[in-house]
């Protein structure tokens, strides 16, 4: 069974950092690409950020230079290393795994809040 | 790209069907000829579910009253006879192009 797990998630002052975790189970990590996306209090989704297969990331430009995904296949752990952070990046922020094709989200964590005040 | 989902609020009778439109502002076929087009249930307090992969495709355990269609840049996702259960809000994304976009979300509700 796929478990993703996020934690890390924590209240911090604008301009302060924050890593977030998501420990991965149930499946090979190291051959899934993996994701961020985060959501706002009452708004929709929004993604964040992507490492693919080979270890590849891209980020969404509102968090470019700011954010960085990485990955520790040994663990099975993703992970999102928030510099710089605004009121704006307040959210819950899930972990999403992608097929084995790409292109689609199939396994969603159960979030974990940050609050950016 | 942009994901436009119309309606944004959708009141249904229990037993009566819904649907969902979904348009994006460019085509959603990637060069390796698949459309990325999935379709998403958030129930309240839940973090949201893959129903729909690839325009038309149920997930693993998704009852089969859910059924998504289209093409290019048209899409619908349809509940055959909705269930107390399909309260939530259900959302298009598209993973053809960066950046993965969402549509807004449209509010299922019960009349």
């Known amino acids: 069974e796929v478990q993703l797990l996020e934690s890390g998630g924590d209240l911090v002052q604008p301009g302060g950092s924050l890593r977030l975790s998501c420990a991965a189970s149930g499946f090979t990590f190291s051959d899934y690409a993996m994701n961020w996306v985060r959501q706002a209090p009452g708004k929709g989704l929004e993604w964040v950020s992507v490492i693919d297969k080979l270890g590849g990331a891209r980020h969404a430009e509102v968090v470019k230079g700011r954010f960085t995904i990485s990955r520790d296949i040994s663990k099975s752990t993703l992970y999102l290393q928030m510099n710089s952070l605004r009121a704006e990046d307040s959210a819950v922020y899930y972990c999403?795994?992608?097929?084995?094709?790409?292109?689609?989200?199939?396994?969603w964590g159960q979030g974990i809040l940050v609050t950016v005040s | 790209i942009v994901m436009t989902q119309t309606p944004l609020s959708s009141p249904v009778t229990l037993g009566q069907p819904a649907s969902i439109s979904c348009r994006s502002s460019q085509s959603l076929v990637h060069s390796d000829g698949n459309t990325y087009l999935s379709w998403l249930q958030q129930r309240p307090g839940q973090p949201p579910r893959l129903l729909i992969y690839?325009?038309?495709n149920r997930f693993s355990g998704v009852p089969d009253r859910f059924s998504g269609s289209g093409a290019g840049t048209d899409f619908t996702l349809k509940i055959s006879r909705v269930e107390a259960e399909d309260v939530g809000v259900y959302y298009c994304?598209?993973?053809?192009?960066?950046?993965?976009?969402f549509g807004q979300g449209t509010k299922l509700e019960i009349k």
């Open positions: 999403a795994k992608e097929t084995a094709n790409g292109g689609t989200l199939d396994y």
């Open positions: 690839q325009i038309s």
């Open positions: 994304t598209q993973a053809s192009q960066f950046p993965y976009t």
